[in-house]
């Protein structure tokens, strides 16, 4: 079982959900489309289905996974979105790795859920089948839909943090290291990662490491991943005050590329 392939158990939803009338479309997300995957990578799966007939698609491919080996993760990830659910499946004895992320959404949810963006560093589909039209592409950047008023409102927020080193050093002082490693990432490190995001990333300003190593050069990562290699109160102490120069040459970098 240990060499059980992730194109096999993809091959086998497919060929299984196909045959489902109420399925209207499967799709990858995730490592595929962005053709990035490897030994490391899960299956990131979605399906749209008839609205009603969710639970049944979710049985189905119980019962397919099953037929493949035993299942000793059946786990679902609650969603805020009621029209979208996700459950995590892991077949016993495969990789641990090798997790199975099928999101079913219900075809009544919004259309915009199912569209991306062409080029898009984070979001993409590699459609399976589709019969019911479900997925589709834009050729607008998401980068293009980012408004300055936003990107300055975000400048606002991280200079201000910035400015409140007093309440990771007090901590430093005191002795307290959980208070002191905390604030010092809200107030010292991501708030550069986020600076970096808005000069790399802007569209994904707001969603910190995920992917970050596919996002941006080596070099502008090993500048920034020394603030996250913290052992003691001196490493805290050195690098709050060591990151001022990094911070605000950012800051001005992002002011130039939106002109501000």
Same mark, same amino acid.
């Given at each position: ?18 045959? %489902?009338?109420?399925?209207?479309? =499967?799709?990858?997300? @995730?490592?595929?489309? #962005? &053709?990035? *995957? !490897?030994?490391?990578? $899960? ?15 979710? %049985?189905?491919?119980?019962?397919? =996974?099953?037929?493949? @080996?035993?299942?000793? #993760? &059946?786990? *679902? !990830?609650?969603?805020? $979105? ?37 080029? $898009? ?22 980068e293009d839909r980012i408004e300055k008023e936003v990107i300055i409102e975000r400048l606002r927020v991280l200079e201000g943090r910035y ?98």
């Amino acid at each position: 079982m240990g060499n059980l392939t992730r194109e096999r158990i993809i091959d086998t939803i497919h060929k299984n959900l196909e045959e %489902n009338m109420y399925v209207n479309a =499967l799709w990858l997300e @995730g490592s595929d489309p #962005l &053709n990035c *995957e !490897d030994e490391y990578s $899960d299956i990131d799966m979605v399906v749209d289905v008839e609205d009603g007939h969710e639970e049944e698609v979710f %049985n189905q491919v119980e019962v397919v =996974l099953s037929s493949i @080996g035993e299942l000793d #993760l &059946n786990y *679902e !990830d609650r969603q805020h $979105d009621e029209k979208l659910r996700q459950k995590m499946y892991h077949i016993k004895d495969t990789s641990q790795y090798l997790l199975v992320d099928f999101c079913v959404q219900s075809h009544s949810r919004d259309k915009e859920c199912s569209t991306f963006c062409k080029g $898009d560093v984070l979001e993409a589909a590699k459609v399976i089948f589709d019969r019911g039209n479900v997925v589709s592409y834009e050729e607008v950047k998401r980068e293009d839909r980012i408004e300055k008023e936003v990107i300055i409102e975000r400048l606002r927020v991280l200079e201000g943090r910035y400015k409140q080193h007093c309440r990771v050093i007090k901590y430093v002082e005191r002795g307290n290291y959980p208070e002191a490693f905390m604030y010092y990432l809200k107030y010292v490190a991501d708030p550069i990662v986020e600076l970096n995001r808005l000069i790399y990333t802007p569209e994904y300003f707001y969603i910190h490491m995920i992917h970050i190593s596919h996002h941006m050069s080596d070099n502008v990562i090993k500048e920034f991943e020394k603030f996250y290699q913290v052992k003691n109160f001196e490493d805290i102490r050195r690098n709050t005050k060591d990151s001022k120069e990094l911070f605000y040459r950012l800051v001005n970098e992002v002011r130039e590329k939106y002109n501000l």
